[in-house]
Structures are given as structure tokens and as C-alpha cells.
């Protein structure tokens, strides 16, 4: 499966934003999906993620009320929703897709195939 995130962009402090994962290759039901971040000279950090069927999601205790995961399986897209944004969350922002469907794991080691990254920065 290709994965291709999309929808960052400068923003202001406390705006919003939504990105988008759209998969190509193979249906996206088959996979749970995550988001990632990573900021310049830090780890690549979990941020959010969904079972294949939307039941399970977890967050990162950063983003726990501000942020939401969400996926439409017949348009292949999974989506974050990203709320009141601070200037923290500056970063690129990747997709993933996990061949254990069932699970909505936190461990980027877990994932199997990522999207290309997408930059979400935030002025204060």
C-alpha cells in the first residue's frame, strides 16, 4: 500500500487543521493506521491511532482532547483532525499503515508502510 499524507500548513497558535492519509495499491481497510510526528532534532513521536474498523483509537498524551483520528474506509483516507494547535506541535507529519488491523498499536516499529511526511507549523 502508498501512502500520501496531505493538509499541513503554516497555522497561528489555537487554530486547526486536518490531515489527510490517502492509500493507493490496496484497500485501507486492511491496515489500522497511525500518526506520527517528528520535529527538528527530535525522535519521531506516536500521536494517534485507529483499528482498521475505526472501533479502537489511542492518543498521545500531548494531543488527548485536541486531536482526533478518524478514517473513511470507502474513500481510503484516514484523517487527524488537530484542534487548538500550539506551537509544540510544530512538526512533520507522517502516516503509517499496520498489517495487524485489530489493534491501534503506539509503536512506530509496528508499522509496516509510511506516507512521505507532511509539515504542520504553528506561530505563536
Known amino acids: 500500500v502508498q501512502l500520501q499524507a496531505s493538509g499541513g500548513g503554516l497555522v497561528q497558535a489555537g487554530d486547526s487543521l486536518r490531515l489527510s492519509c490517502a492509500a493507493s495499491g490496496r484497500t485501507l481497510s486492511s491496515y489500522a493506521a497511525g500518526w506520527f510526528r517528528q520535529a527538528p532534532g527530535k525522535e519521531r513521536e506516536f500521536v494517534a491511532s485507529?483499528?482498521?474498523?475505526?472501533?479502537?483509537?489511542k492518543y498521545a498524551d500531548s494531543v488527548k482532547g485536541r486531536f482526533t483520528i478518524s478514517r473513511d474506509n470507502a474513500k481510503n483516507t484516514v484523517y487527524l483532525q488537530m484542534n487548538s494547535l500550539k506551537p509544540e506541535d510544530a512538526a512533520v507529519y507522517y502516516c503509517?499503515?499496520?498489517?495487524?488491523?485489530?489493534?491501534?498499536?503506539?509503536?512506530?516499529?509496528?508499522?509496516?508502510?509510511w506516507g512521505q511526511g507532511t509539515q504542520v507549523t504553528v506561530s505563536s
Open positions: 503509517a499503515a499496520d498489517s495487524s488491523r485489530y489493534y491501534a498499536r503506539t509503536s512506530s516499529r509496528e508499522y509496516d508502510y
Open positions: 485507529i483499528s482498521w474498523g475505526g472501533v479502537i483509537t
